[in-house]
Structures are given as C-alpha cells and as structure tokens.
C-alpha cells in the first residue's frame, strides 16, 4: 500500500532563516506530487507541482521553491522566511487511473514563522 | 477548469441526510466534479467524483443535474466526525490537469 510521509510535523522558525519540508512517497512509482499551503481559516493554495524527476511548475510566484531530486521525493525551501509563510504545509500524491484524479495528502507541516 | 460555488456553511442534526450543493454553471464536456473533505488539522480526503450520472461509494452519493451545471453531495446519515469542510472541485483529465480547492462549505453536524 502507498504511504505518504512529511516531516517535520510542527516548525516553528525566526524571520529570515531558511526552511527545507521534506516529503516521501512510498508503494507508488512516477506519482505527481504537490505542495499546498493553507494559512490560518483560509483555503488550500496549490504552491508547486511535479509529473516528474526534476520537473517543477510554479502556481504562485512567492519566497519558496521546490526540487524533486527523487522520483517520490519532493522539497519544499525557501532562503529566508516572512512572517507571510506561516501556515499548514501539505504535501499530496496523485493516482491518474482514466477518469480518476485522486489525491492523497500527508499529514502535514504546521510552520510559524515568528 | 470551472470554478466551483458552495454556500460558506450549512448544519445539520446527527442521524439525517446532510445535502450538501454545488454550482458549477461554467463546466465543459470533459470535466469532472469531485468531491473532498478536510477535518480540522488533517489533509484533505477524497469522497467521490462523478461525469455525469449519479454515483454511490461507502461514504456518500453525488447527484448531478443532467445540465451538468449543480450537484449535491449527499451524507446519508450524518454522524458528529462528518463535521468538516467538504470542497467541491471540477477538474478535467489531462496528466496536468489539477485540482483547484475553493474554500469549500462548513458542514456541522449537531448531537
């Protein structure tokens, strides 16, 4: 079975620093992985997306950036944080099965940034 | 993709059917609606997703209008761990297609 992991679970991290979220895949080969930021009360913002090894699409232009060094690896970085970066990280998996467009997410990164 | 329009909130009493509506008047032939929910402080889980007839699954039914312009996700008999926010989103099939999440409905389910 496929598994979906992002460490860490809670972050907290002065203005300024750098920031790195790591999220696997496992059980699964070649999945389009996202990342999503959710600020606090607010909806789910898509931030970056991958169909594959090294192949990155921007949504929003923003302080972060994202690379996918492995095929179920994806990282989340910035270079210095803004206050504006805090909120709920979740990183997601896709099955394409026909019709299908399936997202699994994982648990997510809680990031206050102070 | 089309954009999605939910009401911000709806509740409902443990025990009933919770009809949860969605507008998506702009929908193109191809295109799916889909269904999710997010309990507080979890990612978002899938529910079920329909084209154009009528869908069943363990956790709900999706009815679409035959203009293909509305549904309503149906929880037929709501319990207190439904209480989340549940998003309606319309995505096409390409292998870069997305889904785009709105700010969904409420739905709180009363004891």
């Known amino acids: 079975s496929q598994t979906i992991h992002q460490w860490p679970a809670t972050l907290v991290q002065p203005v300024g620093s750098p920031l790195s979220l790591e999220c696997t895949v496992e059980?699964?080969?070649?999945?389009?992985l996202y990342w999503y930021r959710q600020a606090a009360g607010r909806g789910l913002q898509l931030l970056f997306y991958s169909v594959g090894i090294g192949q990155i699409s921007s949504e929003v232009p923003q302080n972060l950036s994202a690379s996918r060094p492995q095929d179920r690896q994806f990282i989340l970085s910035s270079k210095k944080l803004l206050l504006s970066d805090s909120g709920f990280y979740l990183c997601?998996?896709?099955?394409?099965?026909?019709?299908?467009?399936?997202?699994?997410f994982g648990p997510g990164t809680r990031l206050t940034v102070t | 993709d089309a954009k999605t329009t939910q009401p911000p909130s709806m509740d409902c009493a443990e025990g009933r059917a919770a009809n949860l509506p969605c507008n998506h008047s702009t929908i193109s032939g191809n295109e799916y609606v889909y269904w999710y929910r997010q309990i507080h402080s979890q990612g978002p889980q899938y529910i079920i997703h329909?084209?154009?007839n009528n869908e069943t699954n363990e956790m709900a039914s999706l009815i679409i209008t035959e203009d293909r312009k509305s549904s309503t996700l149906i929880l037929p008999h709501a319990t207190l761990r439904d209480t989340a926010v549940y998003y309606c989103i319309v995505s096409g099939t390409g292998a870069n297609s997305k889904l785009t999440f709105g700010k969904g409905i409420t739905l709180s389910v009363r004891p």
């Open positions: 059980g699964t080969s070649n999945p389009n």
């Open positions: 997601a998996w896709s099955v394409i099965r026909g019709s299908l467009r399936e997202q699994y």
């Open positions: 329909g084209l154009k």
